[in-house]
């Protein structure tokens, strides 16, 4: 099944023709829409699973990662494991440039800003976008102590049979499917702990800070208030807003309303739940302000927002 990742895809074939002609930025990326935008106007955005899956509950998605595809910068909600199956890839993560080569696994984490890049057509290079909370409940049994760290990179073992049972899983899109793929993961975290071969790995240093608070605030937006964050950190409202603004470059509001957004978005796309349903969902107890906050933030109310984005 793997096998199939060596045929360029239609996108592959656009970033080359794109790369030939020398027209390499980020606007030429094909993403959704929202997303699209943001790479106009920063050529940095933030990724969450639901950009690569139309499923709600997926806490594994593997997908390969497009040769020629223009670099930018982007980081995830997620826990991103780049395995390579051929070739080597160039990949700069928090300004430290690094190569992976076949065999290689490079596991981000997630909040950090990087890009990975590779003209070889030969080159595939299958990502695994994985739940945070998962990850970090198996890297705690098998021992890995990831948690906290910008990356890591591992060498010299083959997955081509757990990833091969994941993308199999998803030809079957059961019940099951989800168990079985978390097993492969867990498969794939007991070889690197056994046998992996631990190459280079980068601590966080400050930025564990962030990632701390940024977990807490991403684990509670829907009932999170300054004053229930400094509660559980134990420290002052008045420190807390500090340290938020100090840590992240935005306001504690900020991070929540942005929160709140990406997740009714994600909501909407699914289409099971109306807008009122929704806006209780993520925590406004108001549908009205719920309404004009999304509006806001997005430029369309939620229902046009819905419209424009049945398709992607």
Same mark, same amino acid.
């Given at each position: 099944?793997? =096998?199939?990742?060596? @045929?360029?895809?239609?996108?592959? #074939?656009?970033? &080359?023709? *794109?790369? !030939?002609?020398?027209? $390499? %930025? ?92 590779? =003209?070889?057509?030969? @080159?595939?290079?299958?990502?695994? #976008?994985?739940? &945070?909370? *998962?990850? !970090?409940?198996?890297? $705690? %049994? ?107 470059? *935005? ?5 929540? %309303? ?55």
């Amino acid at each position: 099944m793997l =096998d199939v990742f060596y @045929t360029l895809t239609e996108e592959e #074939l656009y970033y &080359r023709k *794109l790369w !030939q002609e020398g027209r $390499s %930025r980020a606007e030429f990326i094909i993403l959704p829409y929202e997303v699209q935008e943001r790479a106009r106007l920063e050529e940095k955005i933030v990724l969450s699973t639901s950009y690569y899956s139309r499923e709600y509950d997926d806490s594994i998605v593997v997908l390969k990662h497009p040769v020629f595809m223009p670099r930018y910068l982007h980081s995830h909600q997620f826990v991103e494991l780049t395995w390579l199956m051929s070739g080597s890839v160039e990949e700069s993560i928090e300004g430290q440039n690094l190569r992976a080569r076949q065999g290689s696994l490079v596991v981000i984490m997630p909040g950090f800003y990087h890009s990975i890049w590779t =003209d070889d057509e030969n @080159t595939v290079a299958v990502n695994m #976008l994985v739940d &945070r909370d *998962l990850f !970090q409940s198996l890297d $705690s %049994r098998f021992g890995l102590d990831l948690r906290g760290c910008i990356y890591a990179l591992f060498d010299g073992l083959d997955f081509s049979q757990e990833l091969e049972e994941m993308l199999d899983e998803d030809g079957h899109r059961d019940g099951e499917s989800r168990f079985f793929k978390e097993v492969a993961l867990e498969h794939i975290l007991l070889k690197l702990s056994r046998q992996g071969q631990l190459i280079g790995k980068v601590e966080g240093g400050e930025r564990k800070e962030v990632y701390k608070i940024m977990g807490y605030l991403e684990e509670h937006s829907r009932d999170v208030t300054l004053s229930s964050f400094a509660s559980d950190f134990n420290i002052s409202e008045q420190y807390a807003s500090r340290l938020i603004r100090e840590k992240t470059g *935005l306001s504690f509001s900020e991070i929540v %309303r942005k929160l709140r957004m990406e997740e009714a978005a994600l909501l909407l796309r699914g289409g099971k739940l109306s807008s009122k349903e929704i806006s209780y969902r993520v925590g406004y107890s108001s549908p009205e302000h719920f309404s004009r906050t999304f509006k806001a933030y997005f430029g369309l109310s939620p229902e046009a927002w819905k419209k424009a984005n049945a398709s992607i």
